[in-house]
């Protein structure tokens, strides 16, 4: 039984060696993760730092960002290079400053740094009193495992609870970025 | 004689009123593992009845007596007495369903089985379960009128398989757009519709010839089709809109702004309305088809998915 599920995960990281493209198989349950957080900062302001799709220089992590194509929705591509040399293609899904709501869908997957796979975010702005704003951030996404009876590394929860972790030290970093005094204005 | 005719006419209106005020919607949630039951002309839910399985497609039967709905982690398929509001049974499935669809007189269920790649066919009464390979990840399902034919979109084989139903076997394999996954089927069983979710377009199927007759441009993941009062209606996933065409000529009417990530599509059995769930924002939303207004709005569980025919009119 363990060994099955190991030859499962080998077979996973041998087909993902190489990052797993856009139309890798997923599962028949998407999973949603939604986490908010208030920031002390207007949200235009918030606005213009989330949704500028060249630069992601609120996220310490990530050491640069490559831009292709033209900047709208399904057709900007980025290459978010991380300090640690990984490397996530990104796609612009959605960018309506009316809404305030900003989407980006991962092209590439690697579950040995996320244990989910065709993940997708949906943030949503929502102006507070006082000029502070709450961020909401949406996440879709499918269990590391694209079929039933997943190996308990790879299962829903596991899914769920590391992408719950990305989100909230992603929307932690956004935070303190906009309420640090050398990017207040 | 002008009271008399009074009296029809109040008549007359209270049947009307009283027949469209009973369409019910049985959404399945998946984040919640339950279906709604949400009445239609109040937009409240009625009720939730927990499923499991995580629940995600759903099918009515013809008289409106029962809802199935699949389970494709619970690897089962649940009969919903709709008059009751109840579990009725729930039928194991070896495989895991996704799209269903139910004969008229509801001696068969065919359910897709996503991972294991076969079209099922179960006896409703007996649970006996009769499988056909058709291809990977196999999802959608739409039953000609006459029961004869089944259309199975087969996802990442790009294709739709022409099921023999009578025969049990694949008449014809026609490559469509990339990754067809919801089906729609016209009242005369001549065309099928796929939302092709990675080609973000819509291949009109002329089944009898197996034909592709037209390709439709659509906007960002297509994922499921309604056919109503000549139109035909496209749940864009990405987009968050549906976008609308003319059915004879395949003209483009609009594009209406929608919830987040909208999923589940049906229309009323009077063709008056398309109801659309957001799978995202929890929503379920109901679109007049001549005005292609939106006209009403409904909180549902987490994560309506609703995917296949979903809409309860009564006789």
Sequence with gaps: MRFACLAKILILLLVCDAPCVALAAHGASALKVVEEIMIDAPAERVWSVLADFDHINWMPSVDRVEVSGERIPDQARRRVIYKDGAEILELLTKSDKDRLMFGVHRETDDIRRLPAVNYTSLVTLHPQEGGKTTVEWKARFYRGFPNNNPPPELNDDVAISAVKDMVRAQLTALKHYMESDSNKK | ?315
Aim: net charge negative.
């Design chain 2, 1 to 315: 004689m002008r009271q008399k005719l009074f009296i029809a006419l109040v008549f007359f209106f209270s049947l009307l009123m009283k027949c469209s005020s009973a369409d019910e919607a049985y959404v399945t949630a998946q984040g919640a593992d339950v279906v709604d039951i949400i009445d239609l002309a109040s937009m409240k839910t009625l009720t939730s009845l927990p499923i499991g399985g995580k629940v995600a497609g759903v099918a009515m039967s013809k008289n409106g007596a029962h809802a199935y709905v699949t389970s494709p982690e619970g690897r089962y398929l649940t009969v919903i007495d709709t008059q009751l509001r109840r579990i009725e049974k729930k039928i194991p499935v070896n495989g895991a369903p996704l799209g269903v669809t139910v004969t008229d007189d509801e001696a068969f269920a065919y359910v897709c089985d996503v991972y294991g790649g076969q079209l099922i066919e179960l006896d409703v009464r007996s649970g006996h379960q009769r499988n056909l390979h058709v291809g990977a990840m196999p999802s959608g399902l739409a039953l000609t009128p006459d029961g004869k034919t089944l259309i199975v979109s087969v996802r990442d084989d790009n294709s739709l398989a022409i099921i023999d139903t009578q025969g049990f076997y694949i008449r014809h394999l026609l490559a469509v757009g990339a990754h067809p996954y919801g089906l729609s089927i016209d009242k005369n069983g001549a065309r099928v519709y796929s939302a092709n979710v990675e080609s973000n377009d819509v291949s009109v199927v002329d089944i009898a010839n197996y034909k592709v007759m037209a390709t439709l441009k659509v906007e960002n993941h297509p994922y499921t089709i309604a056919l109503a009062a000549g139109r035909i209606f496209v749940a864009n996933q990405h987009s968050d809109s549906i976008s609308v065409f003319n059915a004879l000529d395949f003209n483009p009417l609009g594009v209406i702004k929608v919830g987040e990530y909208p999923e589940g599509l049906s229309a009323s059995r009077d063709e008056q309305f398309v109801y659309v769930t957001n799978w995202f924002s929890n929503e379920l939303w109901s679109l007049n088809t001549s005005t292609l207004a939106v006209v009403g709005k409904a909180t549902t569980s987490d994560g309506p998915r609703a995917f296949g025919s979903f809409v309860r009119s009564t006789p």
